[in-house]
């Protein structure tokens, strides 16, 4: 299927790996002109931006020197996010402002640089990665599971205030994917036991059995980010091999 997205210019926010990188590759193969951003040297991206997400001034960089190379911005991903495990009577207030800068902050500091020059065009697309942890916190994931519930709200806040002006925003909620996050040394399953084990017991907590492949959801992102979803807006895309039930 043609999604429409080609020659539409698109960022993607910690890209160089994981979802944000086949989010990069998927864009790039239906057309679009593509930057990736993170805090390695390189990157998938047409172009590529070194920068640190987490950090203010940061997000800002990477939205003008993308729309200062393609002459506009058209899509937006918030992809950047990470966390580690760890027990909420555990956590610092140096550890929440740390997790707040990254898993949320990157976030709205890139949607308020890249809104004024949507707006002045009357058309944009915004699709932020969330988690599953956000409909149904992770006690091992604590602030993480806080942060991407307030990008969850920041998402409808976005979408209900400049869909006058031709600006989509949606949310996407992976669960469990594999990616280093999970699956590198000392990542997310080295710090609850080990490894393989960890990792069957996850999947097995799905209802299809298994963590995603970060290209499927990358699929969802590409598909929220084109003119294929016109009518959607201020929504929540589960993409968690079911883990989480619709509640009605």
């Known amino acids: 299927m043609d999604l429409g997205l080609r020659d539409a210019v698109?960022?993607?926010?910690g890209?160089?790996?994981?979802?944000?990188?086949?989010?990069?590759?998927?864009?790039?193969?239906?057309?679009?002109?593509?930057?990736?951003s993170g805090r390695s040297a390189a990157g998938p991206g047409e172009l590529h931006i070194r920068v640190d997400l987490s950090q203010r001034g940061g997000p800002e960089r990477a939205v003008r020197e993308a729309e200062e190379r393609f002459g506009r911005l058209d899509v937006l991903v918030n992809n950047v996010g990470g966390t580690d495990i760890r027990k909420l009577e555990d956590l610092t207030d140096a550890d929440w402002q740390t997790s707040f800068e990254l898993n949320l902050m990157s976030a709205i500091r890139a949607t308020q640089a890249a809104v004024p020059g949507m707006r002045a065009r009357g058309a944009g697309t915004i699709v932020n990665v969330s988690s599953t942890s956000a409909k149904?916190?992770?006690g091992s994931m604590p602030d993480y599971s806080v942060m991407k519930a307030g990008l969850l709200s920041f998402s409808r806040l976005v979408a209900d205030l400049y869909a006058k002006d031709g600006i989509r925003c949606n949310a996407v909620t992976p669960g469990p994917t594999a990616t280093q996050a999970w699956l590198a040394d000392g990542g997310l399953a080295d710090q609850q036991g080990e490894r393989d084990e960890v990792l069957a017991k996850v999947?097995?907590?799905r209802p299809l059995g298994r963590l995603a492949q970060p290209g499927e959801i990358?699929?969802?992102?590409v598909f929220l980010c084109s003119p294929q979803a016109s009518y959607v807006t201020g929504a929540a895309w589960s993409a968690d091999g079911g883990t989480v039930p619709i509640i009605v």
Do not use: D, K, N, Y
């Open 10 to 13: 698109c960022l993607v926010t």
């Open 15 to 36: 890209s160089t790996g994981g979802i944000g990188f086949e989010t990069v590759q998927l864009l790039a193969s239906e057309g679009a002109h593509v930057a990736s």
């Open 136 to 138: 149904r916190p992770s």
């Open 203 to 205: 999947g097995a907590g």
């Open 218 to 221: 990358a699929a969802v992102i």
